[in-house]
Structure formats: C-alpha cells, structure tokens
C-alpha cells in the first residue's frame, strides 16, 4: 500500500483530524475534498493546476483509490492523499472548518426512493459538509444525472446553501473553463453515451 492511502483506524482519526495539512502535508495550505472519487482524476487533475492547495479523494472502494494514488505517487504530486472512508464518517476525520472546497464527481444517483438517504447530497451530508467547511467555503456538484441533479438543488435550497452557478450542459455553458477540462471516468463513459454534463456551485453559509 503506497503512503498516500490513508485507511481509516483509529490512530489516523487522532492523527490527522484538524490537523491534515500540518501533519499529513506538512504544510499550511488549503484542503479541497473529492467525494466518491473513484480514481481520482479530480484529486490528481486539480493538483496538477494547482500545487499550493492539498488535495483528499474520499471513497470507500479501495482498488479505484489504489488506482489514483498511483498515478499521484508516479507524478510526485506530494500534495494528493488518498482516504478509505464510508462518507458517512467523514466529520470524524476533518475538524469543523477544517476544508476549503469539496468537489462531488458523478456520485451513485440512487434513483430509488429508499436509497435517497444513501445520496451524498441529502441533508444527513450536507450537515455534514456545513461543518467541516469553511464559512463561504465552496461545494461543487458534477453529474450528468438530471433528476439528481435536481434533487441536489432542491436539498441545498432547503437547507440553505446558495446556489451560485447552476447549469444542465456546463460544456456548453460560460463556466466551461471551470472545471480545467478534467474529465472523471464515469464523466467520459456517460458523455460518450449522451448524457451533458450538470453542474453547480454552492456556498457553506454559516457564522464564521
Ligand atoms: C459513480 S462512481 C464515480 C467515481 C468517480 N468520481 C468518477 O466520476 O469516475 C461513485 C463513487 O462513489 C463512491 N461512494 C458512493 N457512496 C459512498 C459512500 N457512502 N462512502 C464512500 N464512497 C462512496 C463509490 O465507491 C464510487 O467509487
């Protein structure tokens, strides 16, 4: 196992919770989280545009994050680290206000009814993600299912997250240049089939 995979046990809980960029990085910059990253284009996309800010891929499938950190670890991208969590556990591995940003990329869409509580974007996570971000701190959203889509609006409206940019077709939208051309796996398999992809942006609104 390459040391930019972190698993989760009870000593990297104490080791790394509020304190990721100091203990882990060894360094003071900003956190941006990659939920369900799956391989974790988006972890190791975003570092390579950006080298000042630590990058986390959270997802519970090992072998995809194996699959990323490899790529990370040929490319020296030091600032990528790579965590084996349910997400549902992720307020016990970062400090409140510990994250800066938090991309979702093509999450699972659980269509159906009983599984809305297994949506990433259900208001169980997004207190979760209120806590562990930054006032002002941004949640980004890609997927190119609609009706999930909406969902997650309707969720973030409710529990009162402005929607700052929102769009159904983002590679035909004015905020194309916004996602750095990064495409994830799935992003590639689902547009080939058709799909556009959606996009949105939202704000953590709460007290500093
Ligand atoms: C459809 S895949 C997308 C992977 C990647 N982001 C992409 O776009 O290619 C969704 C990913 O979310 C992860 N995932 C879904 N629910 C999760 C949860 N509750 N905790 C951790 N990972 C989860 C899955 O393991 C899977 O890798």
């Not at 369900?36 to 988006?42: A, I, K, L, T, V």
């Not at 556009?196 to 609104?205: F, M």
Request: contains cysteine; glycine residues 6%; proline residues 4%.
């Amino acid at each position: 196992m390459l040391d930019n995979v972190i698993q989760s046990t009870k000593e990297n809980f104490e080791a790394y919770k509020g304190c990721w960029a100091t203990q882990h990085f060894k360094n003071s910059n900003p956190i941006v989280l990659e939920l369900g990253c799956g391989r974790g284009e988006y972890s190791n996309g975003l570092a390579r545009v950006f080298p000042d800010k630590n990058f986390i891929g959270i997802d519970i499938k090992g072998d995809r994050l194996a699959a990323g950190a490899l790529v990370a670890h040929q490319e020296d991208l030091k600032h990528v680290a790579f965590l084996r969590i349910m997400m549902q556990f992720i307020d016990d591995h970062f400090g409140e206000n510990e994250v800066d940003e938090i991309w979702i990329t093509f999450p699972d869409p659980r269509p159906k009814d009983r599984d809305e509580k297994k949506r990433l974007t259900n208001p169980t996570f997004l207190a979760k993600y209120r806590k562990i971000l930054k006032p002002g701190g941004i949640l980004h959203l890609k997927t190119d299912a609609s009706a999930f889509f909406d969902f997650s609006k309707e969720m973030l409206t409710m529990q009162d997250w402005p929607i700052l940019v929102s769009t159904p077709d983002l590679y035909k939208s004015e905020w194309n240049g916004d996602h750095f051309g990064i495409k994830t796996r799935f992003e590639t398999i689902f547009h080939k089939k058709g799909f556009s992809i959606h996009y949105l942006r939202a704000e953590n609104k709460k007290e500093a």
